[in-house]
T-cell receptor, first 113, second 115 residues
Framework: AQSVSQHNHHVILSEAASLELGCNYS??????LFWYVQYPGQHLQLLLK??????LVKGIKGFEAEFIKSKFSFNLRKPSVQWSDTAEYFC???????????FGPGTRLSVLP | GAVVSQHPSRVICKSGTSVKIECRSL??????MFWYRQFPKQSLMLMAT?????????EQGVEKDKFLINHASLTLSTLTVTSAHPEDSSFYIC???????????FGPGTRLTVL
């Protein structure tokens, strides 16, 4: 069965700091990988996704993620965070062609102004 | 991206009553919709997969007689929490799969509080 782990439960940064949120998955086959963001009181929004091709994926709002197959990782990065990035971030995986998302436990990011 | 709506956004009900939550794909047809449950400060847990015109597929541990799912059209799926109890209080989120883009779009969620 697939599973997703996220390294940090709560990350606190100051504005302009660099961000990296860890995500590891367990699945033996080909996967599709996603990062979603949930701002306070709002619904899940897709930040970026990886299906195939270039393992460095660029998403919205300056976020990017790198798929490292050998490490089963899909870490999310942003070079300079803003206060408005305060939110909950979820990593998710599906098997290639599959539909069922498996979500990680989430990482809460708090950016201090 | 595509839009998925949920209604109501928030509902408070008495213990023992039933509550229906609607999930609609507004600008695309979704043969498959998904229902998730999110407890406070926790991740989303898939409850069931709703297939248009057929029975839903429930995840292990989810009572199908308690959480009734109906996917009567390509744009609407409903989740009915029957005989609700306080432990059913949670945030329920649906998603709809747009097969044209091989992507799921999530609704805004429904917060259910059972008194």
């Amino acid at each position: 069965a697939q599973s997703v782990s996220q390294h940090n439960h709560h990350v606190i940064l100051s504005e302009a700091a660099s961000l990296e949120l860890g995500c590891n998955y367990s699945y033996g086959g080909t996967v599709n990988l996603f990062w979603y963001v949930q701002y306070p009181g709002q619904h899940l929004q897709l930040l970026l996704k990886y299906f195939s091709g270039d393992p460095l994926v660029k998403g919205i709002k300056g976020f990017e993620a790198e798929f490292i197959k050998s490490k089963f990782s899909f870490n999310l990065r942003k070079p300079s965070v803003q206060w408005s990035d305060t939110a909950e971030y979820f990593c998710a995986v599906t098997s290639a062609g599959g539909q069922n998302f498996v979500f990680g436990p989430g990482t809460r990011l708090s950016v201090l102004p | 991206g595509a839009v998925v709506s949920q209604h109501p956004s928030r509902v408070i009900c008495k213990s023992g009553t039933s509550v229906k939550i609607e999930c609609r794909s507004l600008d695309f047809q979704a043969t498959t919709m998904f229902w998730y449950r999110q407890f406070p400060k926790q991740s989303l847990m898939l409850m069931a997969t709703s297939n248009e015109g057929s029975k839903a597929t429930y995840e292990q541990g989810v009572e199908k007689d308690k959480f009734l799912i109906n996917h009567a059209s390509l744009t609407l799926s409903t989740l009915t929490v029957t005989s609700a109890h306080p432990e059913d209080s949670s945030f329920y989120i649906c998603s709809a799969r747009d097969s044209a883009y091989n992507e799921q779009f999530f609704g805004p969620g429904t917060r259910l509080t059972v008194l």
